[in-house]
Nanobody, 115 residues
Framework: QVQLVESGGGLVQAGGSLRLSCAAS????????IYWYRQTPGNQRELVAG???????NYGDSVKGRFTISRDNAKNTVYLQMNNLEPEDPAVYSC?????????WGQGTQVTVSA
């Protein structure tokens, strides 16, 4: 059974930084693409960043240049380094792992940015 557990969310001032972690179990982690999404109430999930098994990365337009996704296969963990956080960034951030025929989500971690 795939399990994803996010951590690292919290309250930060605008301009500050946070690092989110997504720890995975139940999968051959190094073989899977992992994504970070975020969602605010009443809105659809927005892709924040993704990293492939080959370490290729992609980012949503709103976070390019500010956020960095990385992975540590030895720890079965993906990180999202968020710098220069803006008032538009608060959301529940969730990680998503995908295989050929499955997709699994974590429970999410709340990020709040104060002005």
């Amino acid at each position: 059974q795939v399990q994803l557990v996010e951590s690292g969310g919290g309250l930060v001032q605008a301009g500050g930084s946070l690092r989110l972690s997504c720890a995975a179990s139940g999968i051959i982690f190094k073989n899977n693409n992992i994504y970070w999404y975020r969602q605010t109430p009443g809105n659809q999930r927005e892709l924040v960043a993704g990293i492939t098994s080959g370490d290729s990365t992609n980012y949503g337009d709103s976070v390019k240049g500010r956020f960095t996704i990385s992975r540590d296969n030895a720890k079965n963990t993906v990180y999202l380094q968020m710098n220069n956080l803006e008032p538009e960034d608060p959301a529940v951030y969730s990680c998503n792992a995908r295989g050929l025929s499955w997709s699994s989500w974590g429970q999410g971690t709340q990020v709040t940015v104060s002005a």
